[in-house]
């Protein structure tokens, strides 16, 4: 990036208050996207979009760095749409990206193999890719609190105890993750392990967080107390983690796993779970889920969208860990499910063994630019614009560089190859654009009103579209 961002190119409009000018169109009573029409019989659930003209929302339009500075490499970014009531303490603007034990090692962790963990991370280049939260999930603990009634490191699997932990992960320049829960048991230890919940130690349990040197807390919702088994209760417990967090004046990110959104959520959590949880399924309809708490990819992906004008900066909805390389699906289906969480702006919390990865799942993990569409500064949640039957189309409005840009995912869930189009009306883009294949990273030149492209079974391609026309 050069200058020229300085100068407002693009319509992201840095002065003056930039009032939407460029086909903004409100469907289902939201402020929707920028000219994004649902057509084949989606709802377009997005949120603001500003398309080629500015803030969708009146009002000043934040451009955060670079805005109007003339020689800033910072691009202009408009976050103006961003109305939600949030946290606003500065944490997690861009989606939180790192590494979490339970998709693949479920309840057996242990002190060594989390070392090796933070080794990989680094030696991988998982952690130059963006991947710096090493996130501890649950059974960490012993099986009683102390005499002081803290809660205490599982002696046997973690014999140097959390801190240690602490200070080797962060010495690779890397921060630690913890699991607790709201109830009084966590959801593994339930009906084993009482007093491994929270409920009534929140402040006890965030200060012994935080003297770990604790960064990122996972915080989940089974074994409730009696009579908290509500909406009130439920809110009142995670609202008073998150005050207890708060008040240990170390920056923790508050991760909210109740498996669904509520309206208070992103007041109170950097990010909170939208489904139960994941499985290495593509779709139950496969006959890969188990149990009622699993949920396959695509099943996510549609519940996660329900929710997207709700997501933003310092706020986003959590589709649940990543499952790529995990075995259980092809690399196009895992090309899918990674794409898909960018899109969405989903965290990136990798949930495979990193140790002993493939070439083909690091390369899906660290697609540089795959990650920049999920960590575009504007934190636009992007949302699927049509649907016809198996073939849709996805898009995410991005940061203005240079002009007008569309992350698109034109995203097959069917089990044939099909050709995929999207008419760049249909995205708030003018008759021409340039298109670039973010997997195959390779620029394809100039389109005039549309682009398609043959789509893999189970698969999907992401292009950049950018707007030629001012
Ligand atoms: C719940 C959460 C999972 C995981 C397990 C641990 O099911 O949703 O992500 O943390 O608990 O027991």
């Not at 680094?122 to 649950?138: F, H, I, R």
């Not at 969208?305 to 900066?313: I, K, Y």
């Not at 499910?337 to 899906?364: C, K, Q, Y």
């Not at 039957?389 to 995410?396: I, N, P």
Request: net charge negative; glycine share 14%; hydrophobic share 35%.
């Amino acid at each position: 990036m050069g200058g020229a961002e300085g100068g407002n190119t693009g319509g992201v409009v840095a002065t003056g208050g930039g009032l939407a000018t460029g086909g903004v169109v409100a469907t289902g009573g939201g402020p929707a996207a920028g000219g994004v029409i649902a057509t084949g019989g989606a709802p377009a659930t997005g949120g603001v979009v500003a398309a080629g003209g500015g803030p969708a929302a009146g009002g000043a339009a934040q451009a955060t760095g670079g805005a109007g500075t003339g020689g800033s490499s910072t691009p202009l970014c408009d976050t103006s749409w961003d109305t939600v009531p949030s946290k606003q303490d500065g944490l997690a603007m861009t989606p939180p990206m790192g590494w979490n034990s339970w998709n693949v090692f479920h309840e057996n962790i242990n002190e060594t193999q989390l070392r090796e963990i933070a080794d990989a991370l680094v030696s991988s280049g998982m952690k130059d890719a963006g991947y710096v939260y090493l996130n501890m999930d649950d059974n960490w603990m012993a099986a009683t609190r102390d005499d002081q009634g803290n809660l205490v490191h599982d002696s046997t699997r973690f014999p140097n105890g959390i801190r240690a932990l602490a200070d080797y992960v962060h010495e690779r320049g890397l921060k630690l993750g913890i699991y607790g829960d709201r109830g009084t048991e966590t959801c593994f230890n339930r009906g084993k392990n009482a007093g491994s919940g929270s409920y009534g130690n929140e402040e006890r349990d965030a200060a012994t967080f935080a003297s770990w040197g604790i960064d990122y807390l996972k915080y989940d919702n089974c074994a409730i107390a009696p009579g908290r088994d509500n909406d009130v209760a439920m809110r009142e417990d995670y609202e008073r983690m998150a005050s207890a967090l708060q008040a240990t004046g170390r920056d923790i990110l508050f991760s909210i796993c109740a498996w669904d959104y509520k309206d208070w959520m992103p007041a109170t959590g950097h990010l909170w779970r939208t489904t139960l949880d994941i499985k290495d399924c593509w779709h139950e309809s496969d006959g890969c889920i188990a149990g009622t708490w699993e949920t396959g990819i695509v099943q996510i992906i549609d519940e996660n969208n329900l929710s997207a004008v709700d997501g933003g900066p310092g706020h986003w909805n959590d589709p649940d860990m990543l499952e790529v390389g995990n075995g259980d699906l092809s690399a196009d289906e895992y090309r899918g499910h990674f794409s898909l969480w960018a899109i969405m702006a989903a965290p990136l919390i990798a949930g495979n063994d990193v140790r002993s990865m493939s070439e083909e799942t690091r390369d899906i993990l660290i697609n540089e630019e795959v990650i920049a569409v999920d960590q575009d500064p504007g934190g636009i949640q992007g949302t699927r614009v049509i649907k016809n039957g198996d073939l849709e189309v996805w898009m995410k409005p991005l940061c203005h560089h240079a002009g007008p840009e569309k992350a698109v995912a034109l995203f097959n869930r069917g089990g044939t190859a099909a050709e995929i189009a999207v008419a760049f009306d249909a995205i708030g883009v003018t008759s021409k654009a340039t298109v670039r294949d973010l997997w195959a990273h390779q620029d394809l030149g100039e389109f005039d009103g549309s682009y398609s492209s043959l789509v893999p079974a189970r698969g999907v391609v992401v292009v950049k579209i950018i707007d030629t026309v001012d």
